[in-house]
């Protein structure tokens, strides 16, 4: 089990190969992985909430659905999407397709744990130290 330093150090050393001008956090579980990387990074910070799952992990509905309204315009932005969690890949894909199709200039991803553009780790039986 990683401990919440140890993330916290491995996302302040993680690089990227391009620019970005806003975070956007996956709202619920991407929000403290994506405040870290924004703390880094210094960009604009918003939030995504997708609904797909419930606290037990286990699926609310067959597709993720948009659960508020989005807050901000996209448009012409250069996004980073982070999640702190990829299984499917369903609630990635879906908050990646609402944000270019809302006029992102371009939207990559980034995952603590499972596949993604930029992915973390990718560990099986992984546990969050920031979950309660």
């Given at each position: 089990?990683?401990?919440?330093?140890?993330?916290?150090?491995?996302?302040?050393?993680?690089?990227?190969?391009?620019?970005?001008?806003?975070?956007?956090?996956?709202?619920?579980?991407?929000?403290?992985?994506?405040?870290?990387?924004?703390?880094?990074?210094?960009l604009d910070f918003?939030?995504?909430?997708?609904?797909?799952?419930?606290?037990?992990?286990?699926?609310?509905?067959?597709?993720?659905?948009?659960?508020?309204?989005?807050?901000?315009?996209?448009?012409?932005?250069?996004?980073?999407?982070?999640?702190?969690?990829?299984?499917?890949?369903?609630?990635?894909?879906?908050?990646?397709?609402?944000?270019?199709?809302?006029?992102?200039?371009?939207?990559?991803?980034?995952?603590?744990?499972?596949?993604?553009?930029?992915?973390?780790?990718?560990?099986?039986?992984?546990?969050?130290?920031?979950?309660?």
């Amino acid at each position: 089990m990683y401990t919440f330093d140890e993330l916290k150090r491995l996302i302040a050393d993680y690089r990227f190969d391009e620019t970005f001008d806003t975070v956007v956090a996956v709202a619920n579980g991407g929000i403290i992985p994506a405040a870290l990387l924004n703390q880094r990074l210094g960009l604009d910070f918003q939030v995504v909430k997708v609904s797909l799952r419930d606290a037990g992990q286990r699926p609310m509905y067959d597709s993720p659905r948009l659960a508020a309204p989005l807050a901000f315009d996209p448009a012409g932005r250069h996004i980073l999407l982070v999640e702190d969690r990829v299984k499917t890949g369903a609630s990635l894909a879906f908050a990646r397709r609402l944000l270019l199709d809302a006029g992102a200039a371009g939207v990559r991803t980034f995952a603590v744990n499972g596949p993604a553009d930029y992915p973390l780790l990718d560990v099986p039986c992984f546990r969050f130290p920031w979950l309660l």
